[in-house]
């Protein structure tokens, strides 16, 4: 995030406080919190970035879409297909889209806003 051009990291949701304030610092963030929906409630905060232990992925991503965040996950995004088809409808019903992060930089659409369907 810190290559993108006009990005911004805008707050970081860690388990502990001490974990949020040391990425907080260390990339000058100033929304730090050990809550997902005090995040997601946080009118700066327009995206997501899941990178979550795999099996927290479906919960925290459904969260963040719910809340109508546009979604970026961390491979694995899921930890079978049952789940990954709870995130796809998510993503569907809400409205926005949800991208895979596939590893060597690469970002991977998984569900589109108009459709939602499983792309290559």
């Known amino acids: 995030m810190t290559r993108v051009e006009d ?3 805008t707050a970081v949701t860690s388990r502990t406080r001490d974990s949020a304030d040391s990425f907080g610092d260390q990339w000058n963030v100033t929304g730090r ?3 997902l929906d005090a995040m ?3 009118p700066a905060v327009e ?3 899941v990178a979550t ?3 927290r992925h479906v919960h925290d991503a ?4 719910e809340a109508r965040k546009p979604v970026l996950c961390e491979k694995s995004m899921a930890m079978n297909a049952s789940e990954v088809q709870r995130m796809l409808d998510a993503a569907a019903a809400n409205g926005v ?5 596939s590893g060597a930089g690469s970002f991977l659409p998984t569900a589109s806003c108009s459709s939602c369907s499983t792309q290559e």
């Open 33 to 35: 919190y050990t809550d």
């Open 7 to 9: 990005g911004e990291i």
């Open 53 to 55: 232990p795999h099996p």
């Open 62 to 65: 459904i969260r963040s879409m």
């Open 40 to 42: 997601l409630a946080d």
């Open 47 to 49: 995206a997501v970035y």
């Open 97 to 101: 889209f949800r991208w895979r992060r």
